[in-house]
């Protein structure tokens, strides 16, 4: 035993072959991984994977379906923003902030005429609407 880590110790040629093993594999998976050669080989690697999961149960093996979010983060934003403009609460959202410019525009008006003396009223109910109408939106408004 003490001679066979001695001579591990002493000959060196093994570390020298596993790094050289092991860059020339990885090069040769990164040149093979676009390949339709290369295709084939994951989709059945990814088959046999599913098969020993499903055949013997072995939970651990279960990929997450929101896995490629993680990935992708850029393009899961963008599907669930185009998902969120045919439902309804886009519809709702568009909807608020339309009332939300003509409030703004009331707003706009009653100042105008404030500033002229032509009018007096109270401003904050005016204002109150326009912070709800905002809380409204931010409700609507995905959590992306």
Same mark, same amino acid.
């Given at each position: 035993?003490w001679e066979?880590? @001695? +001579?591990?110790? @002493? !000959?060196?040629l093994w570390?020298?072959t596993?790094i050289a093993? +092991? #860059?020339?594999?990885?090069a040769?998976?990164?040149?093979?991984?676009?390949?339709r050669?290369g295709?084939?080989c994951y +989709?059945k690697? !990814? &088959?046999s994977?599913d098969?020993f999961?499903?055949r013997y149960?072995?939970t651990?093996?279960?990929q !997450?379906?929101?896995?490629? &979010?993680?990935?992708?983060?850029?393009i899961?934003?963008? /599907?669930?923003? $185009?998902?969120?403009?045919? +439902?309804?609460?886009y519809?709702?959202?568009?909807? #608020?902030?339309?009332?939300?410019? @003509?409030?703004?525009k $009331?707003l706009v008006?009653?100042?105008?005429?404030w500033?002229?003396?032509? $009018?007096?009223i109270?401003d904050t109910? /005016? *204002? *109150?609407? /326009?912070?709800?109408?905002?809380?409204?939106?931010k409700?609507l408004?995905?959590? $992306?």
């Amino acid at each position: 035993m003490w001679e066979m880590i @001695t +001579s591990m110790a @002493t !000959d060196r040629l093994w570390i020298y072959t596993g790094i050289a093993g +092991s #860059l020339f594999g990885a090069a040769f998976l990164f040149y093979i991984k676009d390949t339709r050669a290369g295709l084939w080989c994951y +989709s059945k690697f !990814d &088959k046999s994977i599913d098969f020993f999961r499903d055949r013997y149960g072995w939970t651990w093996l279960n990929q !997450d379906k929101d896995a490629w &979010k993680k990935v992708h983060p850029r393009i899961a934003i963008m /599907i669930e923003m $185009l998902e969120l403009q045919n +439902s309804d609460q886009y519809k709702k959202i568009v909807k #608020l902030q339309k009332e939300l410019v @003509t409030v703004q525009k $009331l707003l706009v008006s009653v100042n105008n005429k404030w500033n002229n003396q032509e $009018l007096e009223i109270d401003d904050t109910v /005016i *204002e *109150e609407k /326009i912070n709800n109408l905002d809380e409204r939106i931010k409700q609507l408004e995905p959590k $992306l």
